[in-house]
């Protein structure tokens, strides 16, 4: 099946800097999804991109879709401490519009 | 308002006792997911279901099973034959003809 690999898998960062994590896939994707999961809670959709090339933004929050179709990034900047928490790609895969999710990037932001 | 809830947040059992746990929604969706994750990993699929009275395995399907009697519902019950129980366990929907899913609050699950 389709894999999706995320890195880095941990972040510490210094509050006020920016941030930037990338998924890439052994496969085409249609669509890419990135999700922040906050400690014990589930996750949070941020930003859909839909088109190869397209670069989307929600406020400090940036993704684009890698023109090959087989990556995607996010970039956050000037971090806070409420960026904290798991930040998850995925993708579509199956008949049914399952999703596959990458492994995570954990982001830890010191004050 | 419109979302989904999953009940409750936080479960406790004794091994060798089923369990069900709650998944409603009122956003009208058709498809409805149920994932299990585990620290420091990603989401595994256990079910899906894409229309009432209809599901299908995931990834991880063996030890749990599930019904879609209405739109709006899709309980899980994670039974004795699931050998490692323990996690935290998410439940999703979709719209018709899009991708993204919206996830509950989840529910912990923690057998001893």
């Known amino acids: 099946g389709q894999q999706l690999n995320q890195s880095p898998q941990s972040m510490f960062i210094q509050e006020g800097e920016d941030v930037s994590m990338n998924c890439t896939s052994s496969?085409?994707?249609?669509?890419w999804l990135w999700y922040k999961q906050d400690p014990g809670e589930g996750p949070v959709l941020l930003i859909a991109l839909y088109k190869a090339g397209e670069l989307t933004s929600n406020g400090r929050l940036t993704a684009q879709f890698g023109i090959t179709r087989k990556d995607s990034f996010l970039n956050i900047s000037a971090s806070i401490p409420s960026d904290v928490g798991i930040y998850f790609c995925?993708?579509?895969?199956?008949?049914?519009?399952?999703?596959?999710f990458g492994s995570g990037t954990q982001l830890t932001v010191l004050p | 308002d419109g979302g989904i809830t999953q009940s409750p947040k936080y479960l406790f059992r004794k091994e060798g006792q089923n369990v069900t746990l709650s998944c409603e929604q009122n956003?009208?969706?058709?498809?409805m997911y149920w994932y299990r994750q585990d620290p420091g990993q990603g989401l595994r699929l256990i079910y899906y279901s894409q229309i009432v009275n209809d599901f299908q395995k995931g990834d991880i399907a063996e030890g749990y099973s599930v019904s879609r009697e209405k739109k709006e519902s899709f309980p899980l019950t994670v039974t004795s034959a699931q050998k490692n129980p323990t996690a935290f366990y998410l439940c999703?929907?979709?719209?018709?003809?899009?991708?993204?899913?919206?996830f509950g609050p989840g529910t912990r699950l923690t057998v001893t």
């Open positions: 956003l009208n969706h058709d498809a």
């Open positions: 496969s085409i994707f249609n669509t």
């Open positions: 995925a993708g579509p895969s199956g008949s049914a519009r399952q999703l596959t």
């Open positions: 999703a929907s979709r719209g018709q003809g899009i991708h993204e899913q919206y």
